[in-house]
């Protein structure tokens, strides 16, 4: 540790730390980042032996844990770090201990998080300041999420990035984007990552990351999405702690930011800069689904790895701070959210929210003065010709923008919940379950049969369902829209009902109104229940349509005594739509729709969505002794 030379500008707090950890600590609690003047980052290897030696030098204060495994049968490894006397989930719960989550390298290349936890850590473990926040809460820190794209290291992995010289990638080992995969979970690092949450129940999730590309002089961004929300008071808390962070950084002298800009004009700041709303897909809003909060880190990828680093410490230590200021309120809070929870049933909700920019010309919602650097946007750039924007980083400057920042409900995703919940039909209960069971959500398998069940059921038309072209995460996406309307109908045994009435309901909300931007719907789990899978041959479809217009006994016989006697109608309403309608005369595939829709679908199942809303439980109609308790 002696020989260690610290950077530049705002080691204060390093050197401090540093020798704090020196007395009890052996120059292998050096980080290779540290070694290297910051130039490098370690390997995996690093955290490993790092977080067995700190729980063996510290059992008390540290404890050494296993997530779960990657896809190529890496650990994935997490320190549960605190001074309070409680190192378990149970414990933390029944003590009233606030949990913080801090989560490094999702994207393995923006590694800052891991080097810069992992040295705040060591000095907190060594400090025995009073206020030293680790007395107050729980530290579950994941140093690496994603420890396959970690181990995948390469120096060309970030060219929008300035250091370490050697990083690992964006993607897990499946290519998956893990900050796109919350809802969904369809990677083991993911499943690992939604038992480890449910297990630790975090008051607040930091999710470690740097920017990607865009030039300007601001140090970090916290992004935070409170309107997700449907309690009032988490809502505010959220909106209080990311104020609180701001000031403490801001004390420290950091310029940050309250969201992640984005430019409208990615050629020409001028334009100005929006708000990006994200989607639960994301940690930090999912994490509001759950009644708690998250905030999204993004260090400024073109600060030199030293700096980034100290801001990235700076960010845990003012988390640290408020989550230690705020504990009684962050406490109070989750648990009035997740009550609340309770009664959502009937409830009218938005699950989603744009930036009113996205959808057409808007009004700024003001102006900012961005600290950025003197630009020149060519309409015929050099080498390459096209419309470029080039930086002079040598000459800083401030750019007074107009900002956006109105963000509305989306209509599309505005709606009533059902009073009681969802049906799973039993059919689908192997594709859902899984699901319902990652996310920690309470559900019931139906045991018996239910004859007759009062349903809201969505039957779409094919202009109603629209598939994203391109493959997103593996996925094809699907939106679908449409009017649920009450219906009767049986449901087999083995169906599931999964209440509204539970603490995370909105997240239930979430997943299964087909609306939802995250829902299973929207990633395409349900896209076979739209697909046309058996056809009437055009000879056959010809036959039947001479038969119907002739009023030919043989439909009688195939299809009953009601169609047939309509047939002489039909037959008037068909030619005088004829006879009125030259675009229907014209267009023979309608002229063939007119017979063949009147006769029964030969795939009555189509286009059905294959989650019911049910307005009353179904438990009421099952003999009690066949009731399951609530899982
Ligand atoms: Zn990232």
Known sequence: MKTLKLPIGLWMWGIAWAVWAAPNSTSSWALHSEKTQFQET??????????????????????????????????????????????????????????????????????????????????????????NPLKQLVMVLVPVFNVDGHEHRSPFNRPNQNGPKVQGERTTALRVNLNRDWMLAQTPEMQSMLAWVHQWDPVLTLDLHVTDGIRYRHDVSLSMSPMFSENARLSQLSTELQQGMLKRLTAMGHTPLDFYPVFNDLEDPSAGIMQEVESPRFSHVYAVLKNRLGILVEDYAWNDYASRIQTCMDTLKAALEEVTYRKEDLLKVARHADEQGLFLGGKKVALDWRNVYESGPAHPSGTMDLQGYRYEVH??????????????????????????????????????????????????????????????????PLTVPVSTLNVEALRVNDGDVAYEPNSFQGRQRTTVKGQWTEEQSSVRAGALF?????????????????????????????????????????HRELELARWMYHQDPK???????????????????????????????????????????????????????????VNQSPLAHAPRATRLARR
Not at 425 to 436: G, M, Q, R, T
Not at 507 to 522: G, I, W
């Open 555 to 613: 439909i009688l016989e195939i299809y009953g005594e009601t169609i047939y006697q309509q047939l002489p109608q039909w037959r008037k309403i068909y030619e005088a739509r004829l006879a009125k309608e030259p675009g229907f005369l014209e267009d023979t595939e309608a002229r063939m729709d007119f017979w063949m829709n009147r006769l029964p679908s030969q795939d009555p199942q189509r286009n059905l969505y294959p989650i019911y809303r």
């Open 42 to 131: 370690g390997t995996y290897q690093e955290v490993e032996r790092l977080c067995d030696q700190w729980s063996k030098r510290y059992p008390t204060w540290v404890s050494c844990q296993t997530l779960g495994k990657t896809a190529e049968g890496r650990n994935i490894r997490a320190l549960v770090v605190s001074k309070s006397g409680v190192l378990q989930a149970a414990a933390a719960k029944r003590k009233n201990i606030p949990v913080m989550l801090v989560i490094g390298g999702t994207h393995a290349g923006e590694i800052d998080g891991k080097d810069a936890s992992l040295i705040l850590t060591r000095s907190l473990l060594a400090s025995s300041a009073s206020d």
């Open 498 to 538: 999964v209440p509204i009435h539970q603490p995370k309901g909105l997240l239930v909300a979430h997943l299964l109104e087909p609306s939802a931007p995250d829902s299973l719907s929207s990633w395409g789990l349900f896209n076979t229940a739209y697909e046309v899978s058996d056809y009437v041959a055009g």
């Open 379 to 444: 309409e015929d750039a050099p080498v390459v010709g096209g419309r470029r924007v080039s930086y002079d980083i040598t000459q800083p400057s401030t750019w007074t923008v107009p900002v956006y920042k109105n963000v509305r409900k989306s209509s599309d995703t505005t709606l009533r919940l059902p009073e009681a919940g969802y049906i799973v039909p039993a059919a689908w209960a192997s594709v859902v379950k899984p699901h319902l069971q990652r996310h920690g959500l309470r559900y019931t």
